[in-house]
Nanobody, 122 residues
Framework: QVQLVESGGGLVQAGGSLRLSCAAS????????MAWFRQPPGQDREFVAA???????DYAKSVRGRFTISRDNAKNTVSLQMNSLKPEDTAVYYC????????????????WGQGTQVTVSS
């Protein structure tokens, strides 16, 4: 079984930055694809960014150019650097992972963290 634990959320003013991290444990082989999703208040969970085991990242249009996903395969972690934050980025952010070739929808990911709150004030 895989466990994912997020950290790094918090409160920040618009225009500020935050860095989220997610640590995976429970299996020795690395997750093939790791992703970040977010769920704004009263809305569905949506894709933010994802990265394959060896490079190639995908981003939602709303965060492209502001957010950067990265992986440290040695430490089995994935991070999300969030810059130029906007109030509409306010959400619970979830780390997700899969061992299969997958896309960017929630159903593609069997493993999820508990979520971390990010609040951007205007």
């Amino acid at each position: 079984q895989v466990q994912l634990v997020e950290s790094g959320g918090g409160l920040v003013q618009a225009g500020g930055s935050l860095r989220l991290s997610c640590a995976a444990s429970g299996r020795s082989d690395r997750l093939y694809r790791m992703a970040w999703f977010r769920q704004p208040p009263g809305q569905d969970r949506e894709f933010v960014a994802a990265m394959w085991l060896y490079g190639t990242a995908d981003y939602a249009k709303s965060v492209r150019g502001r957010f950067t996903i990265s992986r440290d395969n040695a430490k089995n972690t994935v991070s999300l650097q969030m810059n130029s934050l906007k109030p509409e980025d306010t959400a619970v952010y979830y780390c997700a992972g899969t061992y299969t070739r997958s896309g960017n929808i929630r159903a593609d990911y069997p493993y999820w963290g508990q979520g971390t709150q990010v609040t951007v004030s205007s």
